[in-house]
């Protein structure tokens, strides 16, 4: 782990470092449910969606990390620099024509993708090299 980036309605999240390849992940910790000791189905459909999603404009599940206890659970994921909101919060100057076409392109694309699945996202990335990737 490298630090910690946020906090969703699954879990914590934080930067880290994946020790095979080098690059630069979300680990994402998949909170417990409590009243089973095991995880929530809502986190588990979560993961199943995820394992089987491959689209550019989709965050990709990489893999699924299992500690000695369930309470260790942990999903690596693609790492997206930013999030759409804090991109346009912090801008120099507004998009240019272009680009607005262009990012509406990838949204659209990545949403065509998931509702053709009956998939509906909650969350807009930017990954770091300024393609559009949607989290589920």
Do not use: W
């Not at 880290?16 to 929530?40: E, H, M, N, Y």
């Not at 965050?59 to 997206?80: I, K, Q, S, W």
């Amino acid at each position: 782990k490298l630090n910690r980036v946020g906090e969703g309605t699954y879990g914590i999240v934080y930067r880290a470092k994946d020790t095979k390849s080098g690059q630069i992940v979300a680990l994402k910790k998949v909170r417990t449910d409590d009243r089973s000791d095991g995880i929530s189905v809502s986190a588990f459909r979560e993961i199943h969606v995820l394992l089987n999603l491959r689209h550019d404009n989709v965050v990709e599940l990489r893999e699924v990390a299992v500690g000695r206890a369930l309470d260790n659970t942990f999903l690596v994921m693609e790492y997206c620099e930013q999030d759409l909101a804090s991109l346009l919060d912090n801008m120099q100057a507004p998009f240019s024509e272009a680009q607005v076409k262009c990012i509406l392109l990838q949204l659209l694309r990545g949403l065509h993708f998931l509702h053709s699945r009956f998939i509906v996202h909650r969350d807009l990335k930017v990954h770091s090299h300024s393609s559009i990737h949607l989290a589920l």
